[in-house]
């Protein structure tokens, strides 16, 4: 029973389940085919030169894929809190729906593991053609398919698919179905008390990674640079609500003053309604701290070491963290998609009272603007404190080297593809048919 | 001459296409008075909800006119239609009509600061005390019961003293008291401030509040009850059925 409802509610909720799929086969394949490449890579003696710049990358890739899978599938599973209750109203125990959410989760696993695995070859194919051009491996690194690789991506794809996913059944049963269906969206307290302490510990961590980097040996300072970003922006998506309220408030006011009419109600439902605001906001952050961090990282090492790259071998560094951001990229589009579709009723709503379809567009840009605009401060804040302390060990002074195109370029990517998210996912209820439905 | 507030002339909407088709409404033509209270009622498919939502200009007929305020309303585009719903109608409908990220105050003021105007505050305030919202101002939807939530959105109407206010079963989602109390303070909006009220409804004492029933069937006005009790309209409603 739990199954067939678990295969009806993946088939009748299409959009949010195709947005988990193509985000767990993204993440099984960029694991699994960074493993091949790692593997492959591993049997030539003279590649063991970048053995740790390409075990890095898959490690980026791997954190980025937990992240984003954790994060897009309790959106998933919370945006269901009204099928949930109506569940739990004819008599279902919690027991039972959170059992149904992990079968569900289940299908969407299943499934997005196998097709993953199939992609990850090609895809590591593709970067090995790209490591032979741009000279990082000139004699070729052979990919082998074997069996490690896949199993490690399984194994993650897996355990982040059915963890997140128990995650958010226990918050999503925790509530009553009458507290629920009285208001789908109601914040009941911005910061809950596990959240606060994991995010201050997860940011402790971060503090002592910091610390760390000049203390260790210089070869290990980039690896432990990167894993402070990676642990403080795990603290700072845990705490980032606040965060992103406080900065709502602040540029909303702002758009506001520009615009009153549209800038009014972006920064009235950014102050509202943090949290979904924070999970729109969380993968531009991830983004901008991991790819600067790598990036720059590289480029601060060079510059200390006196290495000028030119030619082809410029492109290193980006090619290694580029699938990693793309893979965020898309999830930017994905999260704010996926927290813009459930606001139809509220935009047609609008028009009811007299909203301009500009108007409504406007509104719906300034939201988006904003919260891209927090997670870049906040990525661009995280990368800044762990490249300091990289330049202090590489040496000896709070400085590090950058790329400002490249650092343009990155944000731009994301504020773009946040507002394309945003504007096709509330296309309809701003064009179509005016109707209650 | 009366003066009509909404004129619909030979309205008819046809939804779906081929053996599916359905027509809601057929060469309706009805005028509103300034300043009366007309209640809308049939049976489920009549197309009462249609009516009012072409009347409104929430949805298009395929042919006939809908004039407010003189003007031809199937011919609006998106903006035009915009500013009229800012400016000369206001909507409520059974539930879910106020934004939730929204003050009650702020809601009430919403069309206005839309269209970038600000309204007297005093104004707003005996509105909302007039609907008996006094001391809930700041309160987001979801901190008021669903009564109050029709309030605060009688008073948005109310602010902008449109040309009608339309509502569609305004108090279906309600209990029978608190539904009472909108009842009334829509029948005070047209006493009181002399305003056009057009109401969708399936309840009988709801429909005894207004000047005015008309009772739809298959898409056609087949009586018009002048000041009719509950009984009555009761008594129509089952001969019908």
Known sequence: MTLVLAWNNVRTNRMGFAASFAAVVLAVMLVGGSGLVVVGAATRAELNGIMGLLVLSAVVSGFVSIFVVAGILSLHVLRQRRTWALLRSVGMTPRQVSRLITAEALVV???????????????????????????????????????????????????????????????????????????????????????????????????????????????????????????????????????????GWLLGAVAARLDPGAGMLARSSLVAQPRRAMSAASPVMLTVALACTFLFAVETTDAAAGVTRTGPSVWVAPMLVGSAVVYTVISVLNSTAMTMAERAGEIRLLRTVGTKPQQLARAVCWETLIVTCAGTLLGTGIAAASLAMLGKAETGELRFAYSLPQYAGLVLICTLSGLAGGLAATRRARHGALLPD | MVDHAVLLE????????????????????????????????????????????????????DSGAVRIAGQDITRFGENELAVLR????????????????????????????????????????????????????????????????????????????????????????????????????????????????????????????????????????????????????????????
């Open chain 1, 109 to 247: 696993a299943v499934l997005a593991n196998v097709a993953g695995c199939v992609l990850a070859v090609p895809y590591a194919a593709l970067m090995a053609a790209f490591m032979q051009m741009t000279g990082l491996a000139p004699g070729g690194v052979p990919v082998k398919v074997t069996t490690g690789p896949f199993i490690v991506a399984l194994v993650v794809g897996l355990a982040v698919t059915l963890l997140a996913a128990r995650v958010a059944a226990r918050k999503a049963v925790g509530v009553g179905p009458l507290e629920v269906l009285r208001d789908s969206a109601v914040q009941r307290r911005l910061l809950p008390w596990p959240r606060a302490v994991a995010g201050g510990a997860a940011l402790a961590g971060g503090a002592v990674l910091l610390w760390l980097v000049p203390q260790v040996k210089l070869k290990s300072a980039a690896p432990t640079a990167l894993g402070a970003t990676m642990v403080l922006c795990v603290g700072a998506s845990a705490l980032g609500p606040v965060a992103v309220r406080g900065m």
């Open chain 2, 10 to 61: 030979e309205v008819t909407r046809t939804y779906g296409k081929g053996a599916t088709e359905v027509a809601a409404l057929r060469r309706v033509s009805i005028g509103f008075p300034r300043g009366s209270f007309t209640a809308v009622m049939g049976p489920s498919g009549s197309g009462k909800s249609t009516l009012l939502q072409c009347a409104s200009g929430l949805d298009r007929p």
């Open chain 2, 86 to 241: 800012r400016d000369q109608v206001g909507v409520i409908f059974q539930a879910f009509n106020l934004v939730p990220s929204l003050t009650a105050w702020q809601n009430v003021i919403l069309p206005s600061s839309l269209a970038r105007r600000r309204p007297d505050p005093s104004r707003v305030r005996e509105l909302l005390h007039r609907v008996g919202l006094a001391g809930r101002e700041g309160h987001r939807p979801a901190q008021l019961s669903g009564g109050q939530q029709q309030r605060v959105a009688i008073a948005r109407a109310l602010l902008g003293r449109p040309e009608v206010l339309f509502a569609d079963e305004p108090t279906g989602a309600l209990d029978r008291r608190t539904g009472h109390e909108v009842l009334a303070l829509l029948r005070e909006a047209v006493d009181a401030f002399g305003q056009t009220v057009v109401m969708v409804t399936h309840d009988p004492e709801a429909a005894a509040q207004a000047d005015r029933v008309l009772l739809l069937t298959d898409g056609r006005i087949v009586e018009v009850l002048d000041r009719p009790s509950a009984d009555q309209i009761g008594m129509r409603l089952g001969g019908r059925r």
